[in-house]
C-alpha cells in the first residue's frame, strides 16, 4: 500500500519541489520569456503544481504570440532544458542573411548594409551596451561587443551579407521587417547589385571565364 500510494503521488510531490525550486532559484519569473522543451512563450502564472505559459511561434515564424495558454507541471524544471530569454540580458542577437549575385558589387553593397545598421540600431546598441553593464552586476555577465556587423561568406547562390546586431527580446520579427525594408530600397537604387535566387545558369570558360583562364576553341576539322 506504501509502495502504491508512493508511485500514486509521485507527480503531485515532484511538481511541489519544482515549485519550491522555482520560487528559491528563480529560474524565471512572472513575465519573463522561457524556453522549455519544445515550448516557447511568456510566463503568465505560478502556481503550486503548474505555471501557465502564453505561448509564442518559434523563431523561424516570427515569435509572435499563437493566442494559446500552455499550463506546465512544474516537475519539468528538473528533466527539460530551460532557457530563459529576458532574464539577466532583455536583448537577444539577431542575424538577417542577404545573399547578391558574383557579378554585383559587393564591397558596395557591405559598406550599404553597415550604414543602415547604423541609422537602424544604434540606440537600440547603447542601451543594450548601459543593460549589460547593470546585469553584469547580479550576473556573471562579462562585458561583450554588441555592435552591429556585417559578415561576408561565399556561398554556391553567391555572395552572402549577413547582418548581425542586438535587438531587444520581443521585437525581433519588427526589426527584421525594418531592416529588410531599408535594404530593398537601398538596393533598388543601385544599379551594380542584384540578389541571388537559386535558379540554372549556363557558364561559357571562353566567353565569360578570366583572360587568363578561357581556353581556346579546338581549331575546325580540316577536310
Sequence with gaps: MSAGIAIALRDPIVNWFGWMFIGWR???????????????????????????????????????????????????VFVEPLTN????????????????????????????????????????????????????????????????VVYTRIVPDGVELDLRYVCEARSRRTSTESVCEAVLQ????????????????IFRQTEEGKEALRTQPPPPDEE
Design 26 to 76: 528563480r529560474p524565471f519569473t512572472v513575465g519573463d520569456r522561457i524556453q522549455i522543451g519544445p515550448l516557447c512563450g511568456d510566463v503568465i502564472d505560478i502556481g503550486v503544481s503548474t505555471f501557465s505559459v502564453l505561448e509564442v511561434a518559434a523563431p523561424g515564424l516570427g515569435e509572435q504570440t499563437t493566442g494559446r495558454i500552455v499550463h506546465v507541471p512544474n516537475g519539468k
Design 85 to 148: 530569454v529576458t532574464q539577466g540580458f532583455n536583448y537577444v542577437w539577431n542575424e538577417v542573411a542577404i545573399t547578391i549575385t558574383f557579378e554585383s558589387d559587393w564591397r558596395r553593397a557591405k559598406t550599404i548594409l553597415e550604414g543602415i545598421l547604423k541609422e537602424r540600431v544604434v540606440s537600440v546598441t547603447e542601451e543594450a551596451s548601459r543593460f549589460i553593464r547593470d546585469a553584469s552586476r547580479k550576473f556573471l555577465i562579462r562585458s561583450a561587443n554588441v555592435h552591429p
Design 186 to 201: 537601398a538596393f533598388a537604387a543601385e544599379s551594380s547589385i542584384d540578389f541571388a535566387y537559386k535558379t540554372t545558369r
